[in-house]
């Protein structure tokens, strides 16, 4: 499973737009570096190949690439951002995408952020609304891509994208932190799988959800560590990475991680020169 990642090149917190960021709470350039390589060296000792996009300046939360888009088999759907900050991204993530021979396609002018707001539980792709992607994006994602879908509806303004509050471990355990969702749609979560392990409210705060699951091992930020014994009896064990700087902006270490299988070019190798 390939993944797309972003060097922190341009990263920082020049605008607002989420409830975590401040531009008064800069990052450090040098620890934020630091940290996205530990998570670019943690996915190669993993095995996991680690595809590159190039930084641009100006657009510093292309370090975020699970919003670039979605993928599914050879398709992506592009990400329709919701705010004009992120939109000059739009065109530089269609030309990757369309470069690597990839079939585009989008949501015309309806709000839909990509793998952010867009999670495959199996075959079942699972869709957050509320603070970033419309309603109406789900069913022309779903057309789109010939999947069935849940929506769940976000109600904290904390947890403004799904994988903030939500990660699918496999198709039958997930992470959740239930105080992110309304009371139906945390209903829907545990209809979907067979094993849901809810996250108290300070470790969601912390990122844990914002995980990536790699064969056994869930990889997300140190707040996971909350989550060792409850994992361990689910077959997984945890690894924990400082995520600080990358928290500043309301991101952790599945927003800075987009699977591309099926998508990226077969020959770009984890072996990229940083």
Not at 35 to 41: I, M, R, S
Not at 140 to 164: C, I, K, N, S, W
Request: aromatic fraction near 8%; glycine fraction near 8%.
């Amino acid at each position: 499973m390939p993944i797309l990642m972003c060097p922190p090149t341009h990263y920082g917190i020049e605008y607002e737009i989420n409830p975590w960021m401040h531009v008064t709470s800069q990052v450090d350039r040098r620890l934020a570096r630091r940290q996205w390589e530990a998570l670019h060296h943690t996915y190669r000792e993993l095995g996991v190949e680690v595809v590159l996009a190039d930084p641009v300046p100006g657009l510093p939360d292309m370090v975020f690439t699970a919003n670039a888009g979605l993928t599914r088999g050879d398709r992506v759907v592009l990400s329709r951002f919701r705010h004009p900050e992120r939109q000059r991204e739009e065109s530089r993530w269609r030309a990757l995408f369309e470069g690597w021979g990839a079939p585009v396609c989008d949501t015309g002018e309806v709000a839909f952020e990509g793998a952010g707001d867009a999670l495959f539980v199996g075959d079942t792709l699972v869709c957050g609304y509320g603070f970033r992607t419309d309603p109406e994006a789900i069913p022309m994602v779903a057309a789109q891509l010939g999947v069935d879908t849940v929506a769940l509806e976000l109600v904290d303004p904390r947890f403004y994208h799904l994988d903030t509050c939500l990660c699918p471990l496999d198709a039958d355990t997930i992470l959740l932190a239930p105080s992110a969702f309304s009371a139906e749609s945390r209903e829907r979560v545990h209809r979907l799988a067979r094993r849901v392990v809810e996250v108290s409210d300070a470790a969601a705060a912390g990122f844990a959800c914002n995980a990536m699951a790699i064969g056994d091992v869930v990889v997300s930020s140190t707040a996971v560590e909350e989550l060792r014994e409850p994992l361990r009896a689910a077959g997984y064990r945890v690894l924990g990475l400082p995520m600080s700087e990358f928290i500043k902006a309301g991101g952790g270490v599945r927003c800075l991680s987009l699977p591309v299988d099926g998508v990226g070019p077969r020959s770009v190798v984890a072996a990229a020169t940083l």
